[in-house]
Nanobody
């Protein structure tokens, strides 16, 4: 049974930083693309960052590029999202997701078959 569990969300002032963690179980990370999505109130879910084991590549939405960094710890089977220089518009529930599509890193939620429960990030101005 695949399980993804996010942690690390919270309240931070604009300009601050947070690190989100995604603990995975029941899947082989090397056969999946892992991504962070986010959904703000009243808005559609959007891709934030992705990591592809097979391609050894990372990808980012333009809105977070240069501020967010996705990384992994193979030994702990963890994926992280380091978020720096946070802005109020980064406020959202952040979700970790896994996709068995590995020839690319999908940016659409429909390609991801496994999701965590989400963690709230709130950035105050």
């Amino acid at each position: 049974q695949v399980q993804l569990v996010e942690s690390g969300g919270g309240l931070v002032q604009a300009g601050g930083a947070l690190r989100l963690s995604c603990a995975a179980s029941g899947l082989d990370f090397s056969r999946y693309s892992i991504a962070w999505f986010r959904q703000a109130p009243g808005k559609e879910r959007e891709f934030a960052a992705g990591l592809n084991w097979v391609l050894s590549s990372t990808s980012y939405a333009d809105s977070v590029k240069g501020r967010f960094t996705i990384s992994r710890d193979d030994a702990k089977i963890m994926v992280y999202l380091q978020m720096n220089n946070l802005k109020p518009e980064d406020t959202a529930v952040y979700y970790c997701a896994a996709s068995d599509v590995t020839f690319t890193t999908p940016r659409v939620g429909g390609a991801y078959g496994h999701w965590g429960q989400g963690t709230q990030v709130t950035v105050s101005s």
